[in-house]
């Protein structure tokens, strides 16, 4: 943690870490891992609420917790920009990190790969084979999408590659 910001650290170190390390097809194990990503999930959200920095919902999408969707937002010069969020639990989970996806930005960086998935290989994935399988999902949103969001929204929105979505409906109605 060296290097980090103290608003990071002291963020990561409320996450709860992980104890078991198990992916989807481990039966029971999985099962008691998927109990241990969504305490760390309710705590993170919880810490982000009380901080006034709620900015993304997910629920898994399926009984088996091996697909999950939601929203995750950023403001950007005190506009919201909202973006669907998407990722599979990988079958090596977790010593590989799910691939975060936000479909609605496919194509319009290039620190993105096809389907939307953002890229996380340079900064990330070292981070997380690191902490495996300590780190989970809350890790990958907060140390993954979390600083993506805010490299690339600001960059996205300048450049005219995303638009707020009240521009878009007064633009439409022109």
Same mark, same amino acid.
């Given at each position: 943690?060296?290097?980090?910001?103290?608003?990071?650290?002291?963020?990561?170190?409320?996450?709860?870490?992980?104890?078991?390390?198990?992916?989807?097809?481990?039966?029971?194990?999985?099962?008691?891992?998927?109990?241990?990503?969504?305490?760390?999930?309710?705590?993170?959200?919880?810490?982000?609420?009380?901080?006034?920095?709620?900015?993304?919902?997910?629920?898994?999408?399926?009984?088996?917790?091996?697909?999950?969707?939601?929203?995750?937002?950023?403001?950007?010069?005190?506009?919201?920009?909202?973006?669907?969020?998407?990722?599979?639990?990988?079958?090596?989970?977790?010593?590989?990190?799910?691939?975060?996806?936000?479909?609605?930005?496919?194509?319009?960086?290039?620190?993105?790969?096809?389907?939307?998935?953002?890229?996380?290989?340079?900064?990330?994935?070292?981070?997380? @084979?690191?902490?495996?399988?300590?780190?989970?999902?809350?890790?990958?949103?907060?140390?993954?999408? @979390?600083?993506?969001?805010?490299?690339?929204?600001?960059?996205?929105?300048?450049?005219?590659?995303?638009?707020?979505?009240?521009?878009?409906?007064?633009?439409?109605?022109?």
């Amino acid at each position: 943690m060296e290097g980090w910001d103290p608003n990071t650290k002291s963020t990561l170190t409320q996450i709860p870490l992980l104890t078991t390390k198990a992916g989807p097809r481990d039966g029971a194990a999985w099962t008691q891992r998927l109990k241990e990503e969504y305490k760390a999930l309710i705590a993170y959200t919880q810490m982000n609420k009380s901080n006034d920095n709620d900015w993304f919902r997910i629920s898994a999408a399926n009984p088996e917790g091996t697909r999950w969707t939601g929203k995750c937002w950023y403001v950007h010069n005190l506009l919201k920009y909202e973006f669907d969020l998407q990722f599979d639990i990988p079958v090596t989970y977790p010593s590989t990190a799910p691939e975060l996806e936000l479909p609605q930005l496919d194509g319009k960086t290039q620190k993105m790969y096809r389907g939307g998935k953002i890229c996380l290989t340079v900064h990330f994935k070292p981070l997380w @084979a690191k902490n495996c399988p300590r780190f989970g999902m809350a890790h990958a949103l907060c140390l993954g999408l @979390a600083p993506w969001l805010a490299a690339e929204v600001p960059v996205l929105v300048d450049s005219g590659m995303i638009k707020h979505k009240d521009d878009a409906t007064t633009t439409s109605e022109s």
